[in-house]
């Protein structure tokens, strides 16, 4: 473990660099992925669709499951009804180590499907700053008017980078 850094470094190392450790083969190598994986899943499992979302932190329990042990960027939206109660999460987009792009048309597609009328945009920065950037806001401001003209409100765009988490509405960004 110490050649990688940390235990992320190891269920984030690429396959032929964990075989250079001594002992660790294809059947050790599978193992690792296995639970970086599992992980995810367990902590995706454990978060629970028919929860209501209150707060910020209600939002970020059932959010921060989609990001674990991505290396890519990956955009997700949190649908709820009327009264909070979480309909679902979607992935709308994934793409680089900089970059995930996302359309309106399925922003909206997926907010539709699940019938919500209020949706929480969010999606990880690799870089391991959560500071939202240029693109971030033109985007949320596009995707809250797109959203505004089919009945759905954006309440909130969640940037997460490992533990950490920025929330526009709570840092004060003017898209609301």
Same mark, same amino acid.
């Given at each position: ?22 002992g660790v083969g294809e059947h050790g190598v ?24 209150q707060t910020t932190e209600d939002a970020r ?8 042990? +991505?290396? #890519?960027?990956?955009?997700? @939206? ?6 909070? %109660?979480?309909?679902?999460? =979607? *992935? ?29 945009? +969010?999606? #990880?920065?690799?870089?391991? @700053? ?6 971030? %806001?033109?985007?949320?401001? =596009? *995707? ?23 929330s526009f509405r709570d840092s004060g960004f003017?898209?609301?």
């Amino acid at each position: 473990m110490e050649r990688f850094g940390s235990l992320a470094g190891v269920l984030d190392a690429l396959p032929a660099d964990l075989k250079k450790v001594p002992g660790v083969g294809e059947h050790g190598v599978a193992l690792i992925k296995t639970v970086k994986e599992l992980s995810g899943r367990y902590l995706t499992a454990r978060s629970s669709v028919e929860e209501i979302v209150q707060t910020t932190e209600d939002a970020r329990a059932l959010l921060q499951p989609y990001f674990f042990g +991505a290396r #890519n960027e990956r955009v997700c @939206l949190l649908c709820m009804d009327g009264k909070g %109660k979480c309909l679902g999460v =979607r *992935l709308v987009g994934e793409g680089s180590v900089n970059a995930a792009e996302v359309t309106s048309r399925g922003v909206v597609e997926a907010a539709l499907s699940l019938n919500a009328s209020q949706v929480i945009l +969010a999606h #990880n920065h690799v870089s391991g @700053l959560a500071l939202p950037s240029a693109e971030d %806001k033109l985007t949320t401001q =596009r *995707l809250r008017d797109v959203l505004g003209a089919v009945g759905v409100e954006l309440e909130d765009h969640m940037i997460f980078v490992d533990d950490d988490m920025v929330s526009f509405r709570d840092s004060g960004f003017p898209f609301l």
